[in-house]
């Protein structure tokens, strides 16, 4: 099993920040086969990011996806206050799983 | 618009029986597959199974193998996630989701169900 390790746990920013989350996984993500998801208290997860770079329909450009291998970033280039939230990877390849998450929060 | 519609809360005991179900519309059922997802109160998304409607094909975690049943019944595009015997520890939202393309079970999940609450306690 692929595991994926999220760093860090929780990120303190101000909005019009630039926000920089790391996934890392313990072995290479076949394809790039990595997602990311926002989740909102009392929300289901929302598609961000899949293919490790592609934006999901309706996600604003301040969304970014980068790397391949075992090392993947999600980068939010500014914080719009909607954008406080958590944040999760996820690999499909063979066996998916998913990161702790990352916690965006106002500063 | 394509949606997933999943029952409502739950409240059960310890040793009882649940099934959980997920109604998909705006597409075409069997052609996507379908899974679900278990986020623990305060605690992450953990991937537990997929299934494809149109031949049943079904994938589980290792995590979750044995514990629970996906099934689906394509006749009233609804996957299900069922428990033969309930624990406290079942205690969870349980989310539905499509994959997001078609055929192929290895990508991502796109759209989301609204979660279904389970809670079991004596």
């Known amino acids: 099993e692929i595991v994926l390790t999220q760093s860090p746990g929780t990120l303190s920013l101000s909005p019009g920040e630039r926000a920089t989350l790391s996934c890392r996984a313990s072995q290479s993500v076949s394809s790039s086969y990595l997602a990311w998801y926002q989740q909102k208290p009392g929300q289901a997860p929302r598609l961000l990011i899949y293919?490790?770079?592609s934006r999901a329909t309706g996600i604003p450009d301040r969304f970014s996806g980068s790397g391949s291998g075992t090392d993947f970033t999600l980068t939010i280039s500014r914080l719009e206050p909607e954008d406080f939230a958590v944040y999760y990877c996820?690999?499909?390849?063979?066996?998916?799983?998913f990161g702790q998450g990352t916690k965006v929060e106002i500063k | 618009e394509v949606q997933l519609v999943q029952s409502g809360a739950e409240v059960k005991k310890p040793g009882e029986s649940l099934k959980i179900s997920c109604k998909g519309s705006g597409y075409s059922f069997t052609s996507y597959w379908i899974g679900w997802v278990r986020q623990m109160p305060g605690k992450g998304l953990e991937w537990m199974g997929i299934?494809?409607?149109?031949?049943?094909?079904?994938r589980y975690s290792p995590s979750f193998q044995g514990q629970v049943t996906i099934s689906a019944d394509k006749s009233i595009s609804t996957a299900y996630l069922q428990w033969s015997s309930l624990k406290a520890s079942d205690t969870a939202m349980y989310y539905c989701a499509r994959l997001g393309i078609e055929g192929g079970p290895r990508n991502w999940f796109d759209p989301w169900g609204q979660g279904t609450l389970v809670t079991v306690s004596s």
């Open positions: 293919g490790a770079s």
């Open positions: 299934i494809y409607p149109g031949d049943s094909d079904t």
């Open positions: 996820q690999q499909y390849g063979s066996s998916p799983t």
